[in-house]
């Protein structure tokens, strides 16, 4: 089935070490998104790719780094620079950017021990 | 800056009855406006899309409207069921190539 995959679900980090969350889709859409849910806040845009070998930042970034090297892989690193980084990440996929419908993926809950 | 507030965190209402859902938006005038149903721990999925051109929407048992002069998107579901329960998210378009999302509401339909 054509769809979303993020891995993994849930994912516990020490403090100033790296972790990357997997995105892979076969929906064969060119745009990706990764966004960050906290409790009491809607989702915010991390990063943002329409096209393979190009990514844009979005509005909370800082911390962060994406390679879009295939078209149906966006893997998002957090980094030991990122101040806050537990919470429930979610990457999606769409056609035609955001005016059309987004595909999401069940999203990753990272732990910061 | 843009202000996107969903009417209530929590939303309790009647098996049967029709559950409204209100999304205002502020300093901003956004080209279309979707909605999305998440349940705990899942992604979110999408319901529908309104365009500014467009008064009302409707798929099935839901119905969108978007008031542009009140700033407003109404989400309708008439016929509510326990299958319902969600928090259902609103997203207005908040540039070229983003989407500011609600906080979102959560429906508990009571049988």
């Known amino acids: 089935d054509g769809g979303i995959t993020q891995s993994p679900k849930y994912l516990f980090r020490k403090e100033g070490q790296n972790v990357t969350l997997s995105c892979e889709q076969n929906?064969?859409?060119?745009?990706m998104y990764w966004y960050r849910q906290d409790p009491g806040q809607g989702l915010r845009l991390i990063y943002y790719?329409?096209?393979?070998?190009?990514?844009q930042k979005g509005d909370i970034a800082e911390g962060y780094s994406v390679s879009r090297e295939k078209k149906e892989s966006f893997p998002l690193t957090v980094t030991s620079a990122q101040k806050n980084p537990t919470a429930f990440y979610l990457c999606a996929s769409s056609v035609t950017g955001h005016t059309g419908e987004l595909f999401f993926g069940e999203g990753s809950r990272l732990t910061v021990l | 800056s843009q202000k996107i507030e969903q009417n209530s965190e929590a939303l309790n209402i009647q098996e049967g009855k029709t559950a409204t859902l209100t999304c205002n938006y502020t300093n901003y005038s956004p080209a279309y406006l979707q909605w999305y149903r998440q349940d705990p721990g899942r992604g979110p999925v999408f319901l529908l899309l309104?365009?500014?051109?467009?008064k009302e929407k409707r798929k099935e048992r839901l119905k969108v409207t978007f008031d542009t002069t009140l700033k407003q998107s109404l989400f309708h579901i008439t016929a509510s069921q326990p299958a319902d329960s969600a928090t259902y998210l609103c997203?207005?378009?908040?540039?070229?190539?983003?989407?500011?999302f609600g906080t979102g509401t959560r429906l508990t339909v009571i049988p």
């Open positions: 309104i365009r500014e051109n467009e």
């Open positions: 929906l064969n859409h060119d745009a």
């Open positions: 790719s329409q096209i393979v070998n190009d990514f």
């Open positions: 997203a207005p378009q908040g540039g070229a190539n983003n989407l500011f």
